[in-house]
């Protein structure tokens, strides 16, 4: 099984500041990642995927990037809507891993 | 608009079993792999497992494989999710999930609201 890992677990920033989350897998998975935001009580959404193909509601704020191993998910300017947990998850292969999440809350 | 609605959880004695189903509306179902995904209280995503949409093709966790069975019933537009000799470590949300094509091996582009099982003696 290919196995994800994400760093930080969590992070504390302001409104306006630019935060950036890497996902890592643990082999090639050329471009089969996918980002989802989940706050408390509320299913994950797909944010995006194939990683960097954003899905219709995502403000242009968010992006992603990366192949292979490596991934980045960036928001530029953190709004307080973007508050949540954000997990990636492989799709090259069954079964289609998750990341362990990373919190963005408030500073 | 893409429509997936939970039922079936509850609270059920370890050793126990539980259906859970999922009514999905407002796409083409057979065209899509579906899956279910837990989430345990306070913890991250867990996948549990999928299912082609044709029936044909079903994989499964390592954690839930032998104890749970997927199916679906294209007719009815339902996903299920046959939970056997459940334990402690199943109490979770779980989430019917549709995948964004016909892959079994794929994203995940929209999520029910989940139902609720607890596992208590």
């Known amino acids: 099984d290919i196995q994800m890992t994400q760093s930080p677990s969590s992070v504390s920033a302001s409104v306006g500041d630019r935060v950036t989350i890497t996902c890592r897998a643990s082999?090639?998975?050329?471009?089969?990642l996918a980002w989802y935001q989940q706050k408390p009580g509320k299913a994950p959404k797909l944010l995006m995927y194939?990683?960097?193909s954003l899905q219709s509601w995502v403000p242009s704020r968010f992006s992603g990037g990366g192949s292979g191993t490596d991934f980045t998910l960036t928001i530029s300017s953190l709004q307080p809507e973007d508050f949540a947990t954000y997990y990636c998850?492989?799709?090259?292969?069954?079964?289609?891993?998750f990341g362990p999440g990373t919190k963005v809350d408030i500073k | 608009e893409v429509q997936l609605l939970e039922s079936g959880g509850g609270l059920v004695q370890p050793g126990g079993s539980l259906r859970l189903s999922c009514e999905a509306s407002?796409?083409?179902?057979?065209?899509?792999?579906m899956s279910w995904v837990r989430q345990a209280p306070g913890k991250g995503l867990e996948w549990v497992s999928v299912?082609?949409?044709?029936?044909?093709?079903?994989y499964y966790a390592d954690s839930v494989k032998g104890r749970f069975t997927i199916s679906r019933d294209n007719s009815k537009n339902t996903l299920y999710l046959q939970m056997n000799s459940l334990r402690g470590e199943d109490t979770a949300v779980y989430y019917c999930?549709?995948?964004?094509?016909?892959?079994?091996?794929?994203?995940?582009?929209?999520w029910g609201q989940g139902t609720l099982v607890t596992l208590s003696s």
């Open positions: 999930a549709k995948a964004r094509g016909s892959s079994t091996s794929s994203c995940y582009t929209d």
């Open positions: 407002g796409f083409t179902f057979s065209s899509y792999a």
């Open positions: 299912i082609s949409g044709s029936g044909t093709t079903t």
């Open positions: 082999q090639g998975i050329s471009t089969w």
């Open positions: 194939d990683a960097s």
């Open positions: 998850q492989q799709a090259n292969s069954v079964p289609p891993t």
